[in-house]
């Protein structure tokens, strides 16, 4: 047969005739799995779940339209005039541009946070920073700790770094302060980071005690709770005279209110076991 297709005569033009027939036919068809299921395995529209994500957990924490399941730390509603949603993405309103009160002062602001608490989890977001931003990803969060110190819509806890690395003054104060760091502790490693105005894809596990923050698939740092290592980290940075702040607890996610203009999008998170526990391949 391979003879045909490449020699010249009737036999093989025949066959050659024959291919875009065939070839045409099968592209015409109907892909059943789309039609049954949607999107394959791996595709995902903006904010929104495969039936596979579905199934080993996932719930989507923003819905692209409202800030249902969000709320103000320290608040029972969205601080206005700070927080938007724009083209399918929760935004942080740069502070220059906050409606004023009718005294001529800025609305008063403070850090959006999720409704609920979770203790072990896998969470996920994109997010793109303005020109020169700063902000940051904030986890193991508790309210109560946070509003007993000035200021009291500021959010205690575990920090993903957001930033642009490049601009910002705080990116050059320290490794441990550029993106996808564990801000004030643990600088990333080996990471990919994509242009100012491009979204980044965030990842953070937090399992019993152990942390991982994952820049654009690839994991970029990693520690452990009560080691040696993380309490002389903890000793030497901002958080050291914050009584119980490395506590362990089910915490709200807290995205920071910090001057800048920044966007989050496709936010999900899957609560896991407690370490012993096999945990499903991540997706």
Same mark, same amino acid.
């Given at each position: 047969?391979h003879?045909?297709?490449?020699?010249?005569?009737?036999a093989?033009?025949?066959?050659?005739?024959?291919? @875009?027939? =065939?070839?045409? !036919? &099968?592209?015409?068809l109907?892909?059943?799995? /789309?039609?049954?299921?949607? +999107?394959? #395995?791996?595709?995902?529209?903006?904010?929104?779940?495969?039936?596979?994500?579905?199934?080993?957990?996932?719930?989507?924490?923003?819905d692209?339209?409202?800030?249902?399941?969000?709320?103000?730390?320290?608040?029972?509603?969205?601080?206005?005039?700070?927080?938007?949603?724009?083209?399918g993405?929760?935004?942080?309103?740069?502070s220059?541009?906050?409606?004023?009160?009718?005294?001529?002062?800025?609305?008063?602001?403070?850090?959006?946070?999720?409704v609920?608490?979770?203790?072990?989890?896998?969470?996920?977001?994109?997010?793109?920073?303005?020109?020169?931003?700063?902000?940051?990803?904030?986890?193991?969060?508790?309210?109560?700790?946070?509003?007993?110190? @000035?200021? =009291?819509?500021? !959010? &205690?806890?575990?920090?993903?770094?957001?930033? /642009?690395?490049d601009?910002? +003054?705080? #990116?050059?104060v320290?490794?441990?302060?550029?993106?996808?760091?564990?801000y004030?502790?643990i600088?990333?490693?080996?990471?990919?980071?994509?242009?100012?105005?491009?979204?980044?894809t965030?990842?953070?596990?937090?399992?019993?005690?152990?942390?991982?923050?994952?820049?654009?698939?690839?994991?970029?740092?990693?520690?452990?709770?009560?080691?040696?290592?993380?309490?002389?980290?903890?000793?030497?940075?901002k958080?050291r005279?914050?009584p119980?702040?490395?506590?362990?607890?089910?915490?709200?996610i807290?995205?920071?209110?910090?001057?800048?203009?920044?966007?989050y999008?496709?936010i999900?998170?899957?609560e896991?076991?407690?370490?012993?526990v096999?945990? @499903?391949?991540y997706?």
């Amino acid at each position: 047969m391979h003879d045909n297709y490449l020699r010249d005569g009737p036999a093989g033009k025949s066959h050659l005739l024959v291919l @875009p027939v =065939i070839f045409l !036919a &099968l592209v015409s068809l109907p892909r059943q799995h /789309d039609q049954e299921t949607g +999107p394959p #395995a791996g595709e995902v529209g903006l904010n929104t779940l495969t039936q596979v994500q579905r199934a080993e957990g996932w719930i989507l924490l923003f819905d692209g339209k409202t800030f249902d399941g969000w709320r103000g730390l320290g608040r029972d509603t969205i601080p206005q005039g700070h927080w938007i949603i724009e083209e399918g993405a929760i935004k942080k309103v740069p502070s220059a541009d906050v409606p004023r009160q009718a005294d001529g002062q800025p609305l008063v602001g403070g850090d959006l946070m999720t409704v609920e608490t979770f203790a072990d989890f896998e969470f996920c977001l994109e997010w793109k920073i303005s020109r020169a931003g700063n902000s940051g990803i904030k986890y193991n969060v508790s309210e109560e700790m946070s509003t007993s110190r @000035p200021p =009291i819509y500021a !959010a &205690l806890g575990f920090e993903y770094q957001i930033i /642009d690395d490049d601009r910002h +003054p705080d #990116a050059r104060v320290g490794p441990n302060r550029t993106a996808a760091g564990l801000y004030d502790l643990i600088a990333p490693v080996g990471k990919t980071l994509k242009p100012v105005g491009e979204f980044n894809t965030a990842r953070i596990i937090f399992r019993g005690l152990h942390g991982e923050h994952w820049l654009n698939g690839v994991k970029v740092l990693e520690y452990d709770l009560g080691t040696p290592r993380m309490d002389g980290l903890l000793a030497a940075s901002k958080y050291r005279d914050i009584p119980g702040f490395a506590a362990k607890r089910r915490g709200h996610i807290v995205l920071q209110d910090h001057t800048d203009a920044v966007w989050y999008r496709n936010i999900k998170i899957r609560e896991i076991e407690p370490p012993g526990v096999d945990l @499903p391949v991540y997706r």
